[in-house]
């Protein structure tokens, strides 16, 4: 009877332990990382770099002159949007 209670006691420690290997290794998983920063910041990258292209096309009736100083703006601030 003992030795029946010791194989007992000792399949279920082995079967606690597999299940925390395996809950350890689902949390691990890749599945659940979110994205992470550098990803991020490529995103917000792409999208300030559209917005730069779309900024630095000429405007319909807009002078050279006007066109030419909104350029120079534009191209200060995708620099500052770019640190």
């Known amino acids: 009877m003992k030795s029946m209670v010791k194989k007992i006691a000792i399949l279920s420690m082995a079967g606690v332990m597999q299940v925390r290997l395996g809950a350890s290794l689902i949390e ?14 490529d995103d917000r990258n792409q999208i300030e770099n559209e917005r730069h292209e779309r900024e630095m096309k000429r405007r319909p009736n807009e002078s050279e002159r006007e066109w030419h100083e909104r350029q120079k703006a534009e191209k200060q601030r995708h620099k500052e949007n770019l640190r």
């Open 28 to 41: 691990a998983s890749p599945l659940h990382i979110e994205p992470s920063s550098v990803q991020q910041q």
